[in-house]
């Protein structure tokens, strides 16, 4: 089918045809396929004057809440909800595949982008993602998830290395990709400008071959970041598809198939992966559905209240009871001049937007005077003197305040990194004004990252995070402080005391062109609780209007050749007086020491809905795969063993645990001359014929000998490299004979 077409027209299937589409190619079936920009909402441009990092040509579409709020949710079938919705949008507007979601791991609170992200753990960040990615491809739209890998970092993005240990590469920051298309098998994966370990990610052949194609036989089509392609032919040669956005007067593709420098059938593999990606898409090009812009807003203020933290109630101001309270002051800027999505690629040209005060005044101002009061100003080229008198005034008149607080648009955006974790001066400032003129204060925070709230915590009764709302932003927080919708989300990031305290503080955002990630796998809650930190909230942390109770822990231990590991099961009781939802958050704390292990993980999750009163038996499997921890000699490793299971409502709110003994497979590490002389003589068949043949040579004599011998020292030698102890007079072994040993076995 590829010989009717001539090679230079097939190298224009590398590359897009414009800013937004791919070449086609109607000999080899391949029609024009459309991107378009969207994690959480579509960004479609005007393909004549494109506008990568504005909105301001976009059509106007869903703004729905991002992946930072999303994932508070920690509830699949909601986020499946929202990508069918966009997949719907989507094809209205005749986009083919959605670029995102973004998955990168949350390494530090300072990411400029980390709103578009999930977690810091891997795990919840790809059965997420995964939800999302079968809710666009239901409707028959591509998703791309983005940006394989470890751009966790905006500060030189384009050119950085990320300088990780394999461990911590696998563990943690490709694990969230693997899970992700595990769960959720997205078509097309984008990758991400950084490099790693000193190589480019769109030109990584162990990255795009080695481990994506052959380790996780993944069949889609791989997607540069717009201008992350420098050598196209090394691209194509590594395993890129598509580089993007399209050169195709770029001749480099063309002259090295002319000259035989790439081979034709790397073109060709290009072509059937294409080919696939079109025929997935088919529906989206054969049918046009009118886009129900109503239905979404209403889908997007659900689930901006659903995913909402209920993060610090002490004085129980919430629900707020119109009964109960007389007169209420709005303060803040960002009340009426809302935040409700982050800036940059993702910035989404809303259908409407509504703001929390608007939203309060119309639910409550009939019945309750709702009073408005700046407070500070969002843009530093507005006038600096905040308008804190007013504020306070307004405070001291009034029986509560609705005090809003967050990140300026400013401080977040694609393209830069914040420098602290502490909401504005100006802000800090506000809310110790006001809490001293009246206890009785509500916060509501809009941010896309995560802010400390440690210095001011306790001076105020009730905090909520709302993150970034999307466009329902008003409704949505009205919702929730009226008690319309009992909040349920719980963190999907720490939320640290100090930046100092955070495993990335010192290696970030790197230098000379480097950025070492010296923390390894212990990167959020794994590094909070190996160092026994204090954090201003856990992961997994959120309250609700009602209370719940744990009780009659089971495991069950399913045999070796079963993919489950384990079974974990408890009751679940509501035992307040509102309905609601919690999340069973189940952590395996590894204690077989074949590795560093952390102190316990995330594995399985569930999000139950019930009633006052009500009680549920809820299930939950542990697959073996998610066990596995990867050794950087041996591979991906669970040797079994005691394993304590701990349930609760957050990572450090325990409520039920046990330990459990699981059955593994004894971790076999290849011997080398390097390997230690005990690692040698422990090994099942190198030991008893080492020892044959130094037993046959008269033993070992010499230091090495007098070591062995002596019952205080005899554990010295066995640690050294059998390369090493080959050196010393009296060891009979050379390494010539210890490496024809090797071959023998």
């Given at each position: 089918?590829?010989?009717?077409?001539?090679?230079?027209?097939?190298?224009?299937?590398?590359?897009?045809?414009?800013?937004?589409?791919?070449?086609?190619?109607?000999?080899?079936?391949?029609?024009?396929?459309?991107?378009?920009?969207?994690?959480?909402?579509?960004?479609?441009?005007?393909?004549?004057?494109?506008?990568?990092?504005?909105?301001?040509?976009?059509?106007?579409?869903?703004?729905?809440?991002?992946?930072?709020?999303?994932?508070?949710?920690?509830?699949?079938?909601?986020?499946?909800?929202?990508?069918?919705?966009?997949?719907?949008?989507?094809?209205?507007?005749?986009?083919?595949?959605?670029?995102?979601?973004?998955?990168?791991?949350?390494?530090?609170?300072?990411?400029?982008?980390?709103?578009?992200?999930?977690?810091?753990?891997?795990?919840?960040?790809?059965?997420?993602?995964?939800?999302?990615?079968?809710?666009?491809?239901?409707?028959?739209?591509?998703?791309?998830?983005?940006?394989?890998?470890?751009?966790?970092?905006?500060?030189d993005r384009l050119r950085v290395s990320a300088d990780v240990d394999e461990r911590g590469l696998r563990e943690i920051y490709l694990r969230a990709f693997e899970l992700t298309i595990r769960e959720g098998n997205p078509?097309?994966?984008?990758?991400?400008?950084?490099?790693?370990?000193?190589?480019?990610?769109?030109?990584?052949?162990?990255?795009?071959?080695?481990?994506?194609?052959?380790?996780?036989?993944?069949?889609?089509?791989?997607?540069?970041?717009?201008?992350?392609?420098?050598?196209?032919?090394?691209?194509?040669?590594?395993?890129?598809?598509?580089?993007?956005?399209?050169?195709?007067?770029?001749?480099?593709?063309?002259?090295?198939?002319?000259?035989?420098?790439?081979?034709?059938?790397?073109?060709?593999?290009?072509?059937?992966?294409?080919?696939?990606?079109?025929?997935?898409?088919?529906?989206?090009?054969?049918?046009?559905?009118?886009?129900?812009?109503?239905?979404?807003?209403?889908?997007?203020?659900?689930?901006?209240?659903?995913?909402?933290?209920?993060?610090?109630?002490?004085?129980?101001?919430?629900?707020?009871?119109?009964?109960?309270?007389?007169?209420?002051?709005?303060?803040?800027?960002?009340?009426?001049?809302?935040?409700?999505?982050?800036?940059?690629?993702?910035?989404?040209?809303?259908?409407?937007?509504?703001?929390?005060?608007?939203?309060?005044?119309?639910?409550?101002?009939?019945?309750?005077?709702?009073?408005?009061?700046?407070?500070?100003?969002?843009?530093?080229?507005?006038?600096?003197?905040?308008?804190?008198?007013?504020?306070?005034?307004?405070?001291?008149?009034?029986?509560?305040?609705?005090?809003?607080?967050?990140?300026?648009?400013?401080?977040?955006?694609?393209?830069?990194?914040?420098?602290?974790?502490?909401?504005?001066?100006?802000?800090?400032?506000?809310?110790?004004?006001?809490?001293?003129?009246?206890?009785?204060?509500?916060?509501?925070?809009?941010?896309?990252?995560?802010?400390?709230?440690?210095?001011?915590?306790?001076?105020?009764?009730?905090?909520?995070?709302?993150?970034?709302?999307?466009?329902?932003?008003?409704?949505?927080?009205?919702?929730?402080?009226?008690?319309?919708?009992?909040?349920?989300?719980?963190?999907?990031?720490?939320?640290?005391?100090?930046?100092?305290?955070?495993?990335?503080?010192?290696?970030?955002?790197?230098?000379?062109?480097?950025?070492?990630?010296?923390?390894?796998?212990?990167?959020?809650?794994?590094?909070?609780?190996?160092?026994?930190?204090?954090?201003?909230?856990?992961?997994?942390?959120?309250?609700?209007?009602?209370?719940?109770?744990?009780?009659?822990?089971?495991?069950?231990?399913?045999?070796?050749?079963?993919?489950?590991?384990?079974?974990?099961?408890?009751?679940?009781?509501?035992?307040?007086?509102?309905?609601?939802?919690?999340?069973?958050?189940?952590?395996?704390?590894?204690?077989?020491?074949?590795?560093?292990?952390?102190?316990?993980?995330?594995?399985?999750?569930?999000?139950?809905?019930?009633?006052?009163?009500?009680?549920?038996?809820?299930?939950?499997?542990?697959?073996?795969?998610?066990?596995?921890?990867?050794?950087?000699?041996?591979?991906?490793?669970?040797?079994?063993?005691?394993?304590?299971?701990?349930?609760?409502?957050?990572?450090?709110?325990?409520?039920?645990?046990?330990?459990?003994?699981?059955?593994?497979?004894?971790?076999?590490?290849?011997?080398?001359?390097?390997?230690?002389?005990?690692?040698?003589?422990?090994?099942?068949?190198?030991?008893?014929?080492?020892?044959?043949?130094?037993?046959?040579?008269?033993?070992?004599?010499?230091?090495?000998?007098?070591?062995?011998?002596?019952?205080?020292?005899?554990?010295?030698?066995?640690?050294?490299?059998?390369?090493?102890?080959?050196?010393?007079?009296?060891?009979?072994?050379?390494?010539?004979?210890?490496?024809?040993?090797?071959?023998?076995?």
């Amino acid at each position: 089918m590829t010989g009717h077409v001539p090679a230079a027209e097939k190298a224009l299937l590398t590359t897009g045809a414009d800013y937004w589409s791919t070449h086609p190619v109607p000999e080899l079936g391949l029609p024009r396929i459309r991107v378009s920009d969207g994690p959480h909402g579509l960004r479609v441009q005007d393909d004549d004057n494109p506008d990568h990092l504005g909105r301001g040509r976009s059509m106007p579409c869903t703004c729905f809440p991002p992946a930072v709020t999303l994932a508070s949710s920690w509830d699949p079938q909601l986020i499946h909800n929202i990508g069918a919705a966009l997949a719907r949008e989507a094809r209205a507007l005749g986009v083919d595949v959605v670029l995102g979601p973004g998955i990168e791991i949350k390494r530090s609170p300072l990411c400029g982008r980390n709103f578009e992200y999930y977690s810091e753990d891997p795990l919840l960040t790809g059965r997420l993602a995964g939800a999302m990615i079968h809710g666009l491809q239901s409707q028959g739209v591509g998703a791309c998830v983005k940006h394989f890998a470890c751009n966790t970092q905006e500060t030189d993005r384009l050119r950085v290395s990320a300088d990780v240990d394999e461990r911590g590469l696998r563990e943690i920051y490709l694990r969230a990709f693997e899970l992700t298309i595990r769960e959720g098998n997205p078509w097309a994966v984008m990758s991400a400008y950084n490099r790693i370990n000193g190589v480019f990610a769109s030109e990584n052949p162990w990255l795009l071959t080695d481990i994506l194609r052959e380790e996780w036989r993944y069949d889609g089509v791989v997607i540069s970041d717009w201008g992350a392609v420098h050598d196209p032919v090394a691209a194509l040669a590594a395993g890129l598809d598509l580089r993007m956005p399209g050169q195709p007067s770029d001749p480099r593709v063309r002259d090295a198939l002319a000259n035989g420098t790439l081979d034709e059938a790397v073109i060709d593999r290009v072509a059937e992966r294409l080919r696939l990606l079109a025929s997935r898409t088919e529906q989206s090009r054969t049918t046009r559905p009118v886009a129900d812009f109503d239905a979404h807003h209403k889908i997007a203020r659900r689930a901006a209240a659903e995913s909402a933290v209920l993060l610090h109630d002490d004085a129980a101001l919430l629900p707020i009871d119109s009964a109960e309270v007389s007169s209420i002051a709005v303060i803040g800027e960002l009340a009426r001049t809302p935040r409700y999505q982050g800036a940059g690629s993702s910035a989404v040209n809303p259908t409407r937007v509504v703001t929390a005060l608007d939203a309060l005044q119309a639910r409550l101002g009939e019945t309750i005077p709702v009073s408005f009061a700046p407070g500070y100003v969002l843009q530093s080229n507005q006038d600096a003197t905040a308008p804190v008198d007013e504020a306070v005034a307004l405070a001291q008149s009034s029986q509560l305040v609705v005090l809003f607080l967050g990140l300026p648009p400013s401080y977040e955006a694609e393209g830069r990194d914040r420098t602290t974790i502490e909401l504005p001066a100006d802000q800090v400032a506000l809310v110790k004004a006001v809490a001293a003129a009246n206890s009785r204060v509500v916060v509501a925070l809009s941010n896309g990252s995560a802010v400390t709230t440690a210095e001011w915590r306790d001076t105020v009764g009730s905090i909520v995070e709302f993150w970034l709302t999307g466009q329902a932003h008003g409704d949505s927080i009205a919702d929730v402080l009226l008690g319309e919708v009992n909040p349920s989300g719980k963190l999907p990031e720490t939320v640290p005391v100090r930046l100092e305290d955070t495993s990335s503080y010192l290696d970030f955002p790197g230098e000379m062109g480097h950025v070492r990630h010296s923390e390894g796998i212990h990167v959020g809650y794994r590094w909070f609780d190996a160092r026994r930190l204090e954090v201003d909230y856990p992961f997994g942390h959120g309250l609700s209007y009602t209370t719940f109770g744990y009780t009659d822990l089971h495991t069950t231990v399913h045999d070796l050749d079963d993919p489950t590991a384990l079974t974990v099961s408890i009751t679940l009781t509501n035992t307040g007086s509102r309905a609601g939802a919690e999340v069973v958050q189940i952590y395996v704390g590894d204690r077989s020491a074949v590795l560093q292990m952390p102190e316990r993980e995330l594995r399985s999750f569930a999000k139950v809905h019930l009633a006052a009163g009500a009680s549920q038996r809820v299930e939950l499997p542990i697959a073996r795969a998610d066990l596995e921890h990867f050794h950087p000699e041996a591979g991906w490793i669970f040797a079994g063993g005691q394993m304590e299971v701990s349930v609760g409502a957050s990572s450090r709110d325990i409520r039920l645990q046990t330990t459990v003994k699981l059955p593994g497979h004894p971790v076999e590490v290849p011997l080398t001359v390097w390997s230690q002389l005990g690692d040698w003589m422990a090994h099942p068949a190198a030991g008893p014929a080492l020892r044959k043949v130094i037993e046959e040579r008269g033993g070992i004599k010499g230091r090495i000998g007098d070591l062995l011998s002596d019952p205080v020292t005899k554990d010295s030698p066995l640690t050294f490299p059998l390369i090493s102890v080959t050196q010393f007079p009296g060891f009979p072994i050379s390494t010539e004979d210890a490496q024809d040993l090797l071959n023998r076995l």
